[in-house]
T-cell receptor
Framework: DTEVTQTPKHLVMGMTNKKSLKCEQH?????MYWYKQKAKKPPELMFV???????INESVPSRFSPECPNSSLLNLHLHALQPEDSALYLC?????????????FGSGTRLTVV | AQSVSQHNHHVILSEAASLELGCNYS??????LFWYVQYPGQHLQLLLK??????LVKGIKGFEAEFIKSKFSFNLRKPSVQWSDTAEYFC???????????FGTGTRLTIIP
């Protein structure tokens, strides 16, 4: 299995909703990442988990809350989002946080906040 | 801090034309360099990567890139493009030991049949 699987593929939520994005990989990778990609823009790093510990938080607002329950799973909990948070949310993994092994990206969750 | 520049925002070519997309990075130390492709409506796919060794790197789908350290460049090339190469291309850099992968702004490639 050489894939990063993200669910759901599409999500529409209101500004008062609570939802979660899920990411799963079974490649034995020990580093996992959340990226945000707005239309026609490059992906921007949000969070890095290394060996299930949060190692980088790129000053992301607290309405985004990451969680790494185990080495294969990465969640992104969403609460009280704003319309400008609408974007494609990408999960990625790498063998470890020393990125000499490259990154594998999931297909993303397209989030629309209404 | 590491950064990446892609000066070509939109490139339009006819099929069978040769392609070169520019990528320059700024970081004085050891770097890992990547090219990703994103087809319309799809996820990022790794085309090729450079970590060390031969500066001419061959990737999938006939793409190659050359790392020129003195120019801080990692340009992507393909001798003969196809209509199916229409996509967004991102150059990315990661400095040795840094967990953060930084992307360039991307180049939109449109191939005219």
């Amino acid at each position: 299995d050489t894939e990063v699987t993200q669910t759901p593929k599409h999500l529409v939520m209101g500004m008062t909703n609570k939802k979660s994005l899920k990411c799963e990989q079974h490649m034995g990778h020990r580093a996992m990442y959340w990226y945000k990609q707005k239309a026609k823009k490059p992906p921007e790093l949000m969070f890095v988990y290394s060996y299930e510990k949060l190692s980088i938080n790129e000053s992301v607002p607290s309405r985004f809350s990451p969680e790494c329950p185990n080495s294969s799973l990465l969640n992104l909990h969403l609460h009280a989002l704003q319309p400008e948070d609408s974007a494609l949310y990408l999960c990625a993994s790498s063998q470890d946080s020393d990125s000499n092994y490259g990154y594998t990206f999931g297909s993303g969750t397209r989030l629309t906040v209404v | 801090a590491q950064s990446v520049s892609q000066h070509n925002h939109h490139v339009i070519l006819s099929e069978a034309a040769s392609l070169e997309l520019g990528c320059n990075y700024s970081y004085g130390g050891t770097v890992n360099l990547f090219w990703y492709v994103q087809y319309p409506g799809q996820h990022l796919q790794l085309l090729l990567k450079y970590f060390s060794g031969d500066p001419l790197v061959k990737g999938i789908k006939g793409f190659e890139a050359e790392f020129i350290k003195s120019k801080f460049s990692f340009n992507l090339r393909k001798p003969s493009v196809q209509w199916s190469d229409t996509a967004e291309y991102f150059c990315a850099v990661n400095s040795g030991g840094n967990e953060k992968l930084t992307f360039g702004t991307g180049t939109r490639l449109t191939i005219i049949p």
